[in-house]
T-cell receptor
Framework: QKEVEQDPGPLSVPEGAIVSLNCTYS??????FMWYRQYSRKGPELLMY????GNKEDGRFTAQVDKSSKYISLFIRDSQPSDSATYLC???????????FGKGTKLTVNP | EAQVTQNPRYLITVTGKKLTVTCSQN?????MSWYRQDPGLGLRQIYY???????DKGDVPEGYKVSRKEKRNFPLILESPSPNQTSLYFC???FGGGFYGYTFGSGTRLTVV
């Protein structure tokens, strides 16, 4: 089993839809969980981060972590065409340099 | 503007010809890292550095070298490139590691023929 699993999609939704993106992981030592967004021909950019279990909200974005299930999610409300990108989950054991990424989910939001 | 600058953006080279991809950051970050991104494999860490003169291997270090002589620079060296090193490369830097978020460069698309 890979350390981090992420459904690559692609995922296509209409504008205004609620989007759910997910990752599962196997390393119980992971404590910090992040979501990066990568637009075409660009480097990834940090979207949200969460420490341990719980929810975090930032505007239209909500990140959830369930450590008991080793499962993390990113929800996008009222999705916009500008949200079209590849979303990568990432995690590490404790503010370290050893960041492990999922393979990314490609999202397209259609006007 | 706070940024990570990689050069070149695009490079086509021949097998065995040594090359260097430069990376520079202007944020005084301690942590720097190199990744390669391949279809179906995602982002994989090549090397990382926690400070000047401190470097260590990531998950796929074979065929690569790095150095960190100055805080701002972290070049990636391919001594004898091979076609399996054809990939999209990203340099990234961070204040304190993954939790603080890495700032990525715009990428270098390398083709080895």
């Amino acid at each position: 089993q890979k350390e981090v699993e992420q459904d690559p999609g692609p995922l296509s939704v209409p504008e205004g839809a609620i989007v759910s993106l997910n990752c599962t992981y196997s390393n119980s030592a992971f404590q910090y969980f992040m979501w990066y967004r990568q637009y075409s021909r660009k480097g990834p950019e940090l979207l949200m981060y969460t420490y341990s279990s719980g929810n975090k909200e930032d505007g239209r974005f909500t990140a959830q972590v369930d450590k008991s299930s080793k499962y993390i999610s990113l929800f996008i409300r009222d999705s916009q065409p500008s949200d079209s990108a590849t979303y990568l989950c990432a995690m590490d054991e404790g503010g370290s340099e050893k960041l492990v990424f999922g393979k990314g989910t490609k999202l397209t939001v259609n006007p | 503007e706070a940024q990570v600058t990689q050069n070149p953006r695009y490079l086509i080279t021949v097998t065995g010809k040594k090359l260097t991809v430069t990376c520079s950051q202007n944020m005084n970050h301690e942590y720097m890292s190199w990744y390669r991104q391949d279809p179906g494999l995602g982002l994989r860490q090549i090397y990382y550095s926690m400070n000047v003169e401190v470097t260590d291997k990531g998950d796929v270090p074979e065929g690569y070298k790095v150095s960190r002589k100055e805080k701002r620079n972290f070049p990636l060296i391919l001594e004898s490139p091979s076609p399996n090193q054809t990939s999209l490369y990203f340099c990234a830097s961070s204040f304190g590691g993954g939790f603080y978020g890495y700032t990525f460069g715009s990428g270098t698309r390398l083709t080895v023929v």
